[in-house]
């Protein structure tokens, strides 16, 4: 029979409040200190009272066990069927939001009541939803909760590389219809007025600042964590769920998926396909960063962060000894083409440290004089 959640939390209460009435009831002078002077210890229990207590917090712990067993077969069950589709994923989503707000929510007027009969908490349910969400991002959402359940049950790494690795594939395919829906408008030309601004100019910034809202929107639904989802509440999963910690928790977290789990893989069985794993990984960090990104900023991002990933590839490639040539001439063009970048001295560092390990050759760790920009 299924134990609701509620029941395992009601019985952890009971027993620590037997066990505190127990403690009250039978409460004795300090302990006693012992020669050494460290005070002895007392649960000031009888020894059938002791046994009580430790009976019911284990009945209380088995209770709560099979509890967790049980939500979280049942909730993979759900998600993997929606999982399935599109609609399948939508039609889990608004079930979820049925649970959450409705059947745990009683209705507070008859308005309410009415709204409920008609179905009208089902456009509230999609309103909710947010702007640009759309039922394959639910379906990512729902996936990457089937990729977690399954992987603690796993019992080969290789198994969860793979299927970790096949849903940020499927991410990755998702990001090109992500980014035609926030499609920038068209350079804003400069025209000249007198007194106030053209109807056109303010047009053209409404576009932008509607723009940037659509960027601000698909880029939070891409990181938000899936533990926090309405799918995850309604099947009480942050009660139960133990994801490991370094595992992505959002769809778009590829730098979890790829810098703590893939990619260490990869680097212990498989080198030779480490290039194809990387570019992988830089591919999908550039897309996100396209959608979630302003012009001037995401230029920011590619001569800053995107230099620095791209660094770590070709180190990784070199130092695991995966095309070493072309790793060694790539490195040395990103050190050159960006004297100003301010990882450069960690950069020298790198070459002066797989210089030594190639040898003990001499390697001049004195990063190039920085370039000015010119006034």
Known sequence: MTVHPMKACLLFLFAFRVAASLAAQTAEPPPAVSGDGKSAPSTGLTDDETAKVLAEITKVQQEFARTKKEVLAGALEKFRKGAGTEQDALDLYLASYRVVNIDRKPATSKEDQEARANGDWQKKALSSLGEGTTSAMLQLQVEL?????????????????????????????????????????????????????SKREEEERAAERTLARKKSSAARQLRQPVTSTLFAEAYSLGTYIEAPAQWPRSPADFRAAYSNIILPWYRANKKSELPAVWDEYLKAETMLQEIALQPDDLLQWGAGEYKTLYWSKWLDLLTNGITATTATQELVKTIRENPNHPALKTWVADLAKVAGDLGGLKFDTTPPPRVEPNP
């Open 145 to 197: 909760l089937v990729v977690l359940l399954e992987s603690a049950n796993a019992t080969s790494d290789a198994k969860i590389v793979a299927r970790l690795r096949s849903y940020m594939q499927a991410v990755i395919a998702y990001l090109p219809a992500a980014a035609s829906a926030v499609q920038g408008p068209p350079p804003r030309r400069v025209v000249a007025t007198v007194g106030k601004k």
